[in-house]
């Protein structure tokens, strides 16, 4: 019915207007004895890594959607943020709507928005920077790196939203961890996503535990 893959940073999950490589032109390899490519039942940022699920014919991308939709798939992120939150855990419910309305895909925080909330905790910081599992509630376009700039704390290397601090990385958002219900009765299909060098070196490079230490 599905797919779950472990995506890699730096490859945009579809082609662009200016083409060039992409994830999805490699789903033929993945048909699997089936007639049809798998496709795409949500969307990652290019430079977001991690848990991609593919829905591998048209009923199951519908299931996998209505559930998206209805908000029932458990994502949980992990990122490296520049500066330290004041609190171990939270609630960010901050509303998001397109920076132009008019065109483009860049967010801002807008109280004429759509309702977004993320939650948050700390696991692990130094005096300058902390590893943070975020998991959101919604699924609004750059929701978590909106949510962490807006708050006091952008992804480190994001060259839209984040700060200074983050030169010589590049983004530091991963996705971790997924839950999906497909099956009434039955414990939810949860998939991880194994934290990619590009972060383990930067949390070394921080002096910040990961995942399995924290």
Not at 114 to 136: N, Y
Not at 184 to 196: D, F, G, I, K
């Amino acid at each position: 019915m599905m797919l779950v893959l472990d995506k890699p940073q730096g490859l945009p999950v579809h082609r662009g207007p200016k083409g060039g490589p992409n994830f999805e032109e490699s789903f033929r390899h993945l048909r699997f004895g089936l007639p049809r490519d798998p496709a795409l039942a949500h969307r990652l940022d290019r430079d977001t890594s991690g848990c991609l699920v593919l829905g591998r014919h048209h009923k199951a991308l519908e299931k996998l959607g209505l559930l998206f939709k209805q908000g029932k798939i458990g994502k949980s992120y992990v990122a490296l943020v520049q500066g330290r939150p004041a609190e171990d855990e939270g609630l960010i419910d901050l509303p998001l709507g397109r920076f132009d309305p008019a065109r483009g895909w860049r967010m801002k925080v807008d109280p004429a928005g759509q309702p977004s909330q993320t939650r948050w905790r700390l696991l692990d910081a130094t005096r300058d920077a902390a590893f943070l599992e975020l998991s959101p509630l919604t699924g609004r376009t750059h929701q978590l790196r909106v949510h962490c700039a807006a708050t006091g704390f952008p992804i480190l290397g994001d060259p839209v939203y984040g700060g200074g601090a983050g030169a010589g990385l590049t983004l530091q958002l991963h996705a971790r961890r997924i839950e999906i219900p497909l099956y009434r009765n039955r414990e939810p299909v949860a998939v991880e996503a194994p934290l990619p060098a590009h972060m383990r070196a930067a949390l070394a490079g921080l002096g910040l535990r990961g995942p399995a230490a924290a």
